[in-house]
């Protein structure tokens, strides 16, 4: 069977859905102000957002919802860039390592 570019592309999209089932990790956009996390203990995920300052309106952020449980096999908590921007970094199999990047979807 011949390797096209189109089966590499699959198998790619493939392993990162695979992780993403593994690690329970969702994306999410917000309007939360500041930037901070929050564990619902009772629901078992800790959500992690960024955005502007309180006393700015609630146009931008961004956020991750992870599963409690899982954040002790993710070496970092997700890294706020701006409240347009936050990086999460989840490992991988021999060391290797595959950062997700979440945008706001929209803008106001």
Request: charged share 20%; no cysteine; net charge positive.
């Amino acid at each position: 069977m011949l390797d096209t570019q189109a089966d590499r592309q699959s198998r790619r999209t493939a392993l990162v859905a695979a992780e993403f089932n593994r690690y329970s990790t969702a994306l999410s956009e917000t309007r939360l102000a500041d930037e901070g996390s929050l564990t619902e203990v009772g629901e078992g995920y800790t959500f992690f957002w960024k955005g502007l300052p309180g006393s700015s309106p609630r146009i931008h952020g961004v956020g991750f919802a992870i599963r409690s449980t899982l954040l002790r096999l993710i070496p970092e908590t997700p890294v706020a860039v701006s409240e347009r921007l936050m990086t999460l970094r989840i490992p991988l199999m021999k060391g290797r390592f595959m950062t997700v990047i979440t945008l706001p979807l929209s803008s106001p």
